[in-house]
Nanobody, 126 residues
Framework: QVQLVESGGGLVQAGGSLRLSCAAS????????MGWFRQAPGKERESVAA????????YYVDSVKGRFTISRDNAKNTVYLQMNSLKPEDTAVYYC???????????????????WGQGTQVTVSS
């Protein structure tokens, strides 16, 4: 069992930066793939980024490559999402998720994750 709590969301102007954090509790965090997903108003939830249990591999959707960076600190049971050069279209509720996912093909697939946080709102104004 893993419990996840996101923080760090807020209102920022276009071009600005935010860093999201996801604090995890549970014995399986350090062995879990961690992912960030987002859901904009009226849209389905979509993947953003993922990171393997060791932090050795990261995955991003094309729309955030070069702007967002996912990282983790297993000693602190925390995963981060550094978001730079934010755009209005990045506005969404951001969720972190955890799962024991071995296949690289599944790292950005929502249904592969077992545990979810409650989400944090990110609003980017133009």
């Amino acid at each position: 069992q893993v419990q996840l709590v996101e923080s760090g969301g807020g209102l920022v102007q276009a071009g600005g930066s935010l860093r999201l954090s996801c604090a995890a509790s549970g014995r399986t965090f350090s062995s879990s793939t961690m992912g960030w997903f987002r859901q904009a108003p009226g849209k389905e939830r979509e993947s953003v980024a993922a990171i393997t249990w060791s932090g050795g591999s990261t995955y991003y959707v094309d729309s955030v490559k070069g702007r967002f960076t996912i990282s983790r600190d297993n000693a602190k049971n925390t995963v981060y999402l550094q978001m730079n050069s934010l755009k209005p279209e990045d506005t969404a509720v951001y969720y972190c998720a955890a799962g024991l996912i071995s296949s690289p093909w599944l790292k950005l697939i929502e249904s592969a994750y077992d545990y979810w946080g409650q989400g944090t709102q990110v609003t980017v104004s133009s």
